[in-house]
């Protein structure tokens, strides 16, 4: 090996594209007047949830939460907990900003972020009730596999942050996706399947039915939801 490739950076294979889509006015107005209220900031550090929402209440993750409209609306039906959004789209964080203003809900923060580096730097261990991930990218192509999200070592690093008895919660519309992520989880260290091994999870009341999901149930879609909870 060159001198040259020894210094090269390792590479991160990324589970996203992030899109250059437009913010539209409303957006951009909502990301400058409400981010203070909602926004978290990756150079802040660990954070301590009882400061950040005031009490012990229990704190879910969404990961990719796109436009916003499914978390807002958790988080509008269950005041008692805590609810933090990762999304790296400007636009979809502007759009849950404004909804989340307009709704008068208080009980969400978000981060325009990556995931992976949110959870190395921000998310204290064992700190979570809940970890959401919800029709994220499936890398259609064979080749591009590599590329979900959902994988032995990202399913080890959900569990680090789950409290015990916490629950990483799944969703796709894309069939081999979902036998990818029961493959992954139910063969991942101290985790366990909610509705049995090899069972996927009828749809919960507490998830919305999104726009997206609707969409796709139109054009014949299904979609399987998976609930692994953290055992040890």
């Known amino acids: 090996m060159s001198d040259t490739e020894q210094q090269r950076p390792h590479r991160t294979i990324r589970s996203f594209v992030v899109r250059a889509g437009r913010m539209t006015e409303g957006q951009e107005r909502a990301m400058k007047e409400n981010w203070p209220l909602y926004g978290l900031e990756l ?12 009490d012990d209440r229990p704190v879910t993750l969404e990961i ?45 923060r978000v981060y325009c972020e990556d995931a992976i580096e949110v959870l190395a730097q ?22 591009h596999n590599k590329r979900r999200i959902v994988q032995p070592e990202f399913a080890q690093t959900i569990r680090q942050k789950l409290a015990v008895g916490g629950v990483f919660h799944m969703a796709t519309d894309w069939a081999p996706y979902s036998e990818h992520m029961m493959e992954v989880m139910s063969a991942a260290e101290g985790y366990q399947n909610l509705m049995g091994e090899g069972q996927f999870s009828p749809q919960p009341d507490f998830r919305p039915v999104t726009k997206f999901q609707k969409r796709g149930e139109k054009l ?10 953290r055992v040890s």
């Open 43 to 54: 150079e802040d550090g660990m954070v301590d949830f009882k400061t950040l929402f005031g």
């Open 64 to 108: 990719g939460f796109g436009m916003g409209a499914s978390l807002v609306e958790m988080a509008r039906r269950a005041p008692e907990k805590g609810f933090i959004g990762i999304e790296v789209h400007p636009p979809g964080v502007g759009r849950l900003l404004a909804d989340a203003r307009a709704d008068g809900v208080d009980n969400i």
């Open 122 to 143: 921000c998310i204290p261990d064992g700190s979570l009730a809940g970890v959401q991930l919800f029709f994220p990218d499936p890398w259609h192509k064979k080749k």
């Open 220 to 229: 014949g879609h299904g979609v399987w939801d998976l609930m692994f909870e």
